[in-house]
């Protein structure tokens, strides 16, 4: 017992005498301390990002359509719906961060419904679209799922649904 109080107590001390003899590399670390705090206090914390008032986060393994929507729905959330090529960068931004590269990427938009009328999985309004020259093209298949980051443009197609693909979850913040 004598031996851990000891250690203890030297430990105390090294770290004491550390923090005096350099209090820039103190305050240094007392910073990133608080910048840590914020982060995890934060409304988007374990994996999800921020921006625009929802929480975004990457799936890297690849699913079908289907199965990444209820998986995002396990999160509370989502696939994301996109609203504005700010929006869409972000995206982009986030899956780049992650996997090194613009992968093909499930999104929450869909046409399975009725051929041609698109909607996102949370139900927002589908307004805005990054569609690739000739998308949507309902290929020779039936295709009523959307990816993102296709072809050498990066924009928009239209897939069938049991592709497997990584996918970006969308919660409220």
Known sequence: MKTLSVCLLVCA???LTRAAAFPEAAAENNQ??????VKRSASCSGGWSEFNG???????RPMTWAKAERNCQSFGGNLASVH???EYHELQRLIMTASYEFKPT???GSDAQEENVFLWSDGKPFHYTNWCPGEPNNGRTTQHCVQMNY????CWDDLQCRGRRPSVCAKRT
């Open 32 to 37: 990133l301390a608080k910048s840590r705090l």
């Open 151 to 154: 072809g050498d443009s990066k």
């Open 13 to 15: 001390v090294t770290a």
């Open 54 to 60: 929802r929480c975004f986060r990457y799936v890297p």
């Open 106 to 108: 499930w999104i929450g």
């Open 84 to 86: 504005d090529i700010t």
